[in-house]
């Protein structure tokens, strides 16, 4: 076994564990005040996530999931990354889980021809904000995003990737 995570294609043996990691960032440790049943993608990953040119990733350690990423196809060329969302234990440098995930959605992306990906996020999760930008994501307005992008409640600050 490595001691590092690896990035695999999301199949439903992990749907439990990406649900509990998902809410459990969400919820326990930012304060988000979102569950389950605001979140249907979540108990449908295959069929909203992985149809076109999108797909859905975990991150690995030790058969444990500790990160999740996904694209979803909106259409035009374009992808909305969602649910990128690694356990606090390996975040960081010293496993790059969050760069892993984010590569191979972007080398994904890549090679199915998407020109852009948008993304939403919340105000809270600074952290995200610095990696996305230090990772070539451009800060936009609402305005700018494409109509077919499915803007969540809690999401107040958006950014865009040119592939």
């Known amino acids: 076994m490595s001691n590092l995570?690896?990035?695999?294609q999301y199949s439903c043996k992990y749907q439990s564990q990406v649900l509990d990691l998902i809410l459990q960032i969400q919820q326990a440790e930012f304060n988000v005040s979102i569950t389950k049943s605001d979140q249907p993608d979540l108990s449908a990953i295959e069929e909203y996530y992985q149809t076109g040119n999108g797909n859905f990733w975990v991150a690995l350690y030790e058969d444990k999931v500790v990160g999740?990423?996904?694209?979803?196809?909106?259409?035009?060329?374009?992808?909305?990354l969602r649910k990128m969302f690694v356990t606090k234990e390996y975040r960081g440098a010293k496993y790059k889980t969050a760069s892993m995930l984010l590569n191979t959605a972007l080398n994904w992306g890549k090679e199915c021809g998407?020109?852009?990906?948008?993304l939403g996020t919340t105000p809270q999760f600074l952290a995200a904000h610095r990696f996305y930008e230090k990772n070539g994501f451009i800060s936009i307005v609402p305005d700018d995003l494409p109509e077919k992008f499915p803007v969540l409640q809690v999401d107040k600050k958006f950014y865009k990737y040119v592939l």
């Open 114 to 118: 998407i020109k852009t990906i948008y």
């Open 68 to 80: 999740t990423i996904s694209l979803l196809d909106i259409g035009k060329k374009e992808a909305a």
């Open 5 to 8: 995570p690896f990035v695999e």
